[in-house]
């Protein structure tokens, strides 16, 4: 008996928000007309309801493992009359036991027909709600342009009213909804487009003007190899398209930032593969040596053997010369391997570098020849003190002499008590006379120099105690004695401290240590005097010997300092290289007197 014909009617498959899907697959799976779902393309099964099962006397994990084509014959009337579907987002065929297949299906009466045509409408009814009524909104429109079937997600993404769906003029809901969007007329030709071409799949997506964006996927709906109408599907991405045009924005803000270094940078993943560079000129690459030892830096970072290498190199053209200073760095984290290299220009840096350089190098000319003209000035000065000592020695001593020793004749033969004092004050004031010169003698040539710094200030500070000057301690840690002109040097500034102690300090004891420390020599002398306070130098030429003695000191590369206050005493320190030679920045001291 033959199945009455249908006529078309609009089918509103409903969405609840209680999760309808359940309900759907429940009605699929007992529904008493055998259904498989099966790959359109693989023809694997990938879904039954219990009938189907039952029919095939597998169970569904069995069923899932195999192909339609395993089961059926090409011809089988069940493939023949399967029809087209969407499941889990992919093209799938539904296929059913056909009506007319009398091994399948058994006689029956009018009545029996009509039930099983209604529990077969019912089962696919609820089967394609299932399949489509996801969180997409679903329309369905026949080749007339009627309206076959939609879900409550597309009434409320349209803000369609019912009436108006019911009525199931399809051109008129289109007029309906252009107002809504940005581009009505793009939207439309797109529409009249897939109409045209039935068996078109299309995709776009559709901007609104409130803001929303709207994906929409089209495919023809076929019974058979007949093409009955289309599917509309609607999906809401508003939200992914503003996260996708958010990462875009900040892709290009990276990009961005990468061009504007002045280094040129690229990043690499795990297989040396750039995924990125900036806009910089292109560099010259360096040289084969240093291709060679920048690529083996590089795959030490990217194996995890280092978290950065740094290689400089040069890269000159013809026309300039230019450094780079090549880095690559792996980024931390878990995730997939990526590596950062950069190219710096780093020309500035080196020019810098060597004009500082060569600005060392001069200075160190320059000091060299203060070292010499030092030398020399030490030399001229000592030669000068001892032309002086020999002639106050040969010539000043020994006529003074002869003058107390004919005075000594004089007197004896003088009998007037008169005359013998006035002769005798004159003998008195002659050994003064020559005791003062010897003094001063030791003062321009001491001639125990020659057997070290610490016995020469010994000596000296001896001098000055026998002559009423202050008490004295000397201690020295001394394990060789400085070279011959560091040796006066040090002497001379030590005797200009002391002799201000005797004469300006009042003091009553003399403090003076020797000390070796960073290559050179150090010495230190305090009293117990009255002080003075440093920041008020005198300028009485008489009293300038503070300027005189850091003058030695710099001239010298060495430093000198004083520390004192009213009442408090004063403490000099100074230090001078061995040999006068070359002296580290640390050990230079202020470039004025101190105070």
């Known amino acids: 008996m033959s199945t009455p014909e249908r006529t078309p009617r609009t089918t509103h498959f409903p969405v609840s928000a209680e999760d309808p899907e359940d309900g759907y ?42 192909r339609a084509d395993q089961v059926w014959t090409a011809d089988d009337p069940r493939l023949a009359g399967a029809r087209r579907v969407s499941f889990e987002g992919r093209p799938a065929l539904l296929v059913t036991v056909p009506a007319e297949a009398p091994e399948m299906v058994p006689a029956r009466g009018e009545a029996a027909n009509a039930a099983g045509d209604r529990e077969l409408e019912r089962s696919l009814s609820l089967l394609q709600a299932t399949l489509d009524a996801t ?14 079937g939609y879900n409550d997600r597309f009434v409320r993404m349209w803000n369609l009213p019912h009436e108006l769906l019911e009525r199931g003029d399809d051109e008129e809901a289109l007029r309906f909804v252009t107002d809504q969007l940005q581009d009505s007329q ?25 803001g929303r ?18 599917v509309w599907s609607f999906r809401d991405v508003t939200h992914r398209v503003r996260a996708e045009r958010s990462l875009r924005e900040s892709r290009q803000f990276a990009l961005s930032a990468l061009s504007a270094l002045s280094a040129h940078v690229a990043i690499l993943d795990e297989d040396g593969t750039i995924l990125a560079v900036n806009k910089c000129d292109r560099a010259e690459g360096p040289g084969a040596a240093d291709a060679q030892a920048f690529a083996a830096g590089i795959r030490a970072v990217m194996r995890g053997d280092r978290p950065q290498f740094l290689h400089e190199y040069p890269c000159h053209s013809k026309t300039e010369q230019r450094w780079f200073l090549g880095r690559a760095t792996r980024f931390p984290g878990e995730g997939p391997v990526r590596v950062v290299v950069a190219h710096e220009n780093v020309t500035e840096r080196k020019l810098a570098e060597r004009k500082l350089l ?19 000035l030490v ?10 000592a020999e002639g106050i020695h040969d010539d000043s001593i020994q006529v003074m002499s002869m003058v107390s020793l004919r005075l000594s004749v004089l007197r004896k033969q003088l ?29 321009v040539r001491p001639l125990t120099l020659e057997r070290g710094l610490a016995s020469a200030l010994r000596t000296y500070l001896e001098e000055q105690q026998s002559g009423g000057g202050p008490e004295f301690t000397l201690e020295t840690s001394l394990a060789r004695e400085p070279a011959q002109d560091t040796r006066v040097i ?78 408090a005493g004063t403490t000099v320190e100074f230090w001078i290289p061995d040999e006068l030679g070359p002296v580290s920045p640390a050990q230079i001291g202020p470039a004025t007197p101190p105070v």
């Open 25 to 66: 697959r429940s009605a699929f799976r007992s529904a008493a007309v055998p259904m498989w779902i099966v790959d359109a393309d693989t023809l694997t099964f990938l879904d039954a309801n219990d009938a189907a099962l039952g029919e095939l006397g597998v169970a569904w994990i069995e069923l899932v493992a195999m």
């Open 379 to 388: 030399s001229v000065q000592e030669d000068e003190r001892e032309r002086i």
């Open 415 to 443: 009998r007037e008590p008169e005359s013998l004092q006035i002769v005798k004050a004159i003998e008195d004031t002659v050994r003064l006379s020559i005791r003062r010169l010897r003094h001063l003698l030791f003062e």
């Open 135 to 148: 969180a997409d909104g679903i329309l369905v429109v026949g080749t007339d342009g009627r309206i076959l």
């Open 490 to 567: 040090l002497y001379r500034i030590a005797q200009e401290a002391l002799t201000n102690a005797r004469k300006h300090a009042r003091a009553t004891l003399l403090m003076v240590e020797l000390e070796e420390r960073d290559d050179g020599f150090l010495v230190r002398i305090a009293d117990d005097g009255i002080g003075f306070d440093p920041r008020q130098q005198p300028t009485d030429p008489k009293h300038l010997g503070i300027h005189s003695m850091w003058e030695r000191a710099e001239m010298a590369g060495g430093w000198w300092r004083v520390e004192s206050e009213p009442g």
């Open 186 to 210: 793009e939207f439309l030709r797109k529409v009249h487009e897939v109409y045209s071409a039935p068996e078109t799949f299309s995709y776009d997506l559709i901007r609104f003007k409130d």
């Open 213 to 230: 964006v709207i994906e929409r996927q089209s495919l023809p709906q076929r019974l058979g190899d007949e093409v009955v109408g289309r």
């Open 358 to 376: 060569q600005s060392l190098h001069l200075l160190e000319e320059v000091d060299r020849r203060r070292r010499s003209l030092l030398a020399r």
